[in-house]
């Protein structure tokens, strides 16, 4: 096998659903306490949606299109989309299954319930009937179907129930079929008062109570039943490069939710004459129609894991370390202009972060703030810090992201509430997302003009820094500064960023950074010299890169990967990939770092990015690779990746042909818990800062020799 063949890669939406799959294996681990078991099966149905709403929309408009394109697999588009409606379909049956069958029994032992029509008590009935004529049928629009009504538009992910009636109506006799769209208002999940549950914890579904009371809507009509269902829909907008991006992104959200359909999701127990006509409705085949045992709209069922205050059925509760020298209250330009900092969140708190920020917002010293937001949580601390720093007189320059897909329209909020403050906003560049991760701040001291800069692997978002696993450096390298003031240059103004110093950029260098540094390590091997790449990162499918590691591999490099998700790249195959190693990490955190590590001839390389190496981030995407060059902070790295790859609790090793086994436990070692435990030892700052180190020169500065052959 050559890596030129379609049969040296995995097909990148194969393996993209193979992650979701991981995902709701994490359900059927019994080590795991029970309700966090039940948020997995929450994430697994939810990350289909999205795959839904993105991959298998994309595919099906390729055949709309009568395009032909293939990737690096060779599989055509109807290939892969039989492939994954195969698995979709096995995937969707077992979560139901799962929670039927499997949690909700065992929930219910321990006091937690879901109460189905045939559990109710004759007061719980009345009591909902109340509840649904006080305050669900004010707000309901039920829908009659027939020549003078035609279907109406299903919002994209609602849950609506399908209701067959007969009897005489107020305008004669009929017989026929009428939806009930359910408002988003209304929660999806009841909590039953105390003097109505037997057990502490008592819950209806919104669903049930629709059909139950469906009579309600079509008064003197027979219900001959009801049946919950819900549309998925293409939810990519469609942008060109020469619209009014606010406009344009304004304007296209409503339509999100009317895109073409992909999927048709119904209760399993509707009549085949009705799905049918569910079916040629939506324009669907039968491959697209999924029958649930459970909920049409299992992802809603998160909330549950929030209502129930049950500590045996949860993970015990983490609190991300804070250093002392960065809690607040202290000067952090201080401890930032003499060490350098580095922060793996959630272990260490993002929270100083968002102090650093609130600090220049109220310094008389800090002249200007620049910062990229590529997705934020609601009420966000640190939008509300620069808020304040505009309002201080600072200069403030934000780069909202609105293509940010699903982040839209909090985009567009976050961009309003900045301008309205007196921050100058920006919305990206033309053609290309702003995926970087990039905060400047400049600050005017006794010796001059100071550039404090935070670069990151993750989101300004404090929400997900508790849940995802990112790399964020706080530093004062003038050179780091430098270079971030010429990527901000470039990004709001017109011109070429000149040579950078330290940073790498995507879309113009980094894809050829990367492939000189896979290069020299393969140089290394032939050499009989030290050879290994160490990498971490979320998705692996550029073909330019994977050709690269597999000829790195035949060349003697040692390269273990930990992808979390897509991987397209096959390892361990005999004379193409035999050394090299893919595992991915599934486990409490989503692990969402990217570090690259090269072995460099025994002095190790150690790199940060907000980027994956995915065609998009490398070639469409606003990038930033930087260097970590402090020795404690680099060996530190170096050593939590090697944690990782010692991981025998939560690893999934690839195999050759595409399939994900779990890795053999022999120490039972969880890297994620393991490196929580360890939080507050962790090695945070670098070594004191040198005047000289200000006009040295960067050691990890390319030279003629880096550049790719």
């Known amino acids: 096998m050559t890596p030129e063949e379609p049969a040296a890669y995995l097909n990148r939406e194969l393996s993209l659903l193979s992650f979701h799959q991981r995902v709701y294996a994490q359900a059927l681990d019994t080590t795991l306490p029970l309700l966090e078991r039940f948020r997995f099966l929450c994430i697994a149905s939810s990350n289909l949606d999205e795959f839904f709403e993105v991959r298998v929309a994309g595919l099906k408009k390729q055949m709309d299109l009568g395009s032909k394109a293939t990737g690096p697999d060779g599989m055509s588009a109807r290939a892969q989309l039989d492939a994954i409606s ?113 057990q502490p914890h008592d819950f209806v579904y919104l669903a049930s109570i629709l059909r139950a009371f469906a009579s309600d809507l079509f008064p003197g009509m027979e219900i001959e039943g009801a049946w919950p269902f819900r549309v998925t829909r293409n939810s990519d907008l469609e942008l060109h ?39 040629e409705q939506f324009e669907l085949t039968d491959a697209d129609v999924y029958m649930c045992r459970g909920p049409v709209n299992m ?93 201080a007189g600072k200069e403030v320059t934000v780069l909202v992201e609105l293509k940010a897909r699903f982040d839209e329209a909090a985009n567009i909020e976050v961009a309003a509430r900045l301008q309205e403050a007196g921050a100058q906003v920006i919305y990206g560049v033309v053609g290309h997302k702003t995926h970087s991760k990039m905060l400047l701040i400049i600050r005017k001291e006794e ?18 820094a508790r849940l995802y696993t990112d790399y964020g450096l706080l530093s004062a390298d003038p050179a780091l500064g430098r270079d971030l003031q010429a990527l901000f240059l470039e990004l709001t103004g017109f011109g070429k960023v000149p040579e950078l110093e330290k940073l790498v950029q995507a879309p113009f260098q980094l894809h050829d950074f990367l492939i000189s540094r896979i290069r020299r390590e393969a140089e290394a091997a032939a050499a009989g010299k030290p050879a290994r790449i160490r990498a971490r990162m979320n998705a692996l499918i550029e073909p330019g890169i994977i050709r690269e590691l597999y000829a790195a591999s035949q060349a003697g490099v040692e390269i273990d990967l930990v992808v979390r998700g897509a991987c397209t790249l096959r390892p361990g195959v005999e004379g193409l990939s035999d050394r090299i190693r893919v595992r991915s990490i599934v486990g409490r955190l989503l692990e969402h770092s990217r570090v690259f590590i090269f072995e460099n001839g025994g002095q190790p390389e150690v790199w940060a990015a907000s980027a994956d190496w995915m065609d998009r981030n490398l070639f469409r995407r606003v990038e930033t690779c930087f260097p970590v060059e402090d020795p404690l902070l680099s060996q530190r790295i170096i050593a939590e990746l090697d944690t990782f790859l010692q991981d025998d609790r939560n690893a999934w090793l690839l195999g050759p042909e595409g399939a994900y086994t779990r890795a053999e436990s022999v120490q039972g070692l969880s890297a994620q818990q393991t490196l929580m435990d360890g939080a507050d030892r962790a090695t945070i700052f670098g070594e004191p800062r040198r005047p000289d180190q200000a006009s040295a020169p960067p050691r990890s500065a390319r030279s003629s020799s880096d550049q790719p052959r």
């Not at 010796?447 to 997900?464: C, E, P, Q, S």
Request: charged share 25%; aromatic share 6%.
């Open 86 to 198: 195969e698995r979709a379909h096995e995937l969707q049956a077992a979560i139901h299954d799962t929670m039927i069958d499997g949690l909700m029994p065992q929930l219910n032992q321990h006091g937690v319930r879901m109460l189905r029509l045939s559990e109710w008590s004759p007061p719980l009935y009345t009591y909902l009937q109340r509840y649904f004529r006080d305050e669900i049928l004010p707000v309901l629009s039920p829908l009659r179907l027939d020549p003078a009504h035609p279907f109406p538009k299903v919002i994209n992910k609602c849950l609506h129930v399908l209701v067959a009636l007969s009897g005489d109506d107020a305008f004669g006799p009929t017989r026929g079929l009428a939806v009930v769209p359910a408002p988003r208002s209304i929660p999806r999940l009841l909590r039953l008062p105390p003097d109505l549950s037997e």
């Open 447 to 464: 010796d001059g003009i100071h550039r404090y800069v935070h670069l990151g692997t993750g989101n300004y978002n404090a929400k997900t």
């Open 241 to 279: 490069d020469d619209d009014d991006l606010l406009q344009a992104i304004s304007s296209e959200l409503p339509a999100r939710r009317f895109g073409d359909e992909v999927r048709l999701e119904v209760d399993y127990r509707v009549p085949e004459e009705w799905k049918r006509i569910l079916t």
């Open 299 to 391: 992802q809603r069922l998160t909330e549950l894991v929030d209502m129930v205050d049950v500590a045996e059925l949860k993970h015990p509760e983490f609190t991300p370390h804070v250093p002392a020298a960065l809690a607040k209250g202290n000067d952090l330009f201080e401890v930032i202009r003499t060490h350098d900092v580095l922060l793996h969140h959630p272990y260490q708190s993002f929270a100083p972060v968002i102090e650093l920020v609130r600090q220049a917002a109220v310094d008389p010293r800090v002249l200007a703030v620049r910062q990229t937001l590529y997705r934020t949580d609601s009420g966000s601390a640190l939008v509300e810090a620069l808020v304040d720093a505009a309002r």
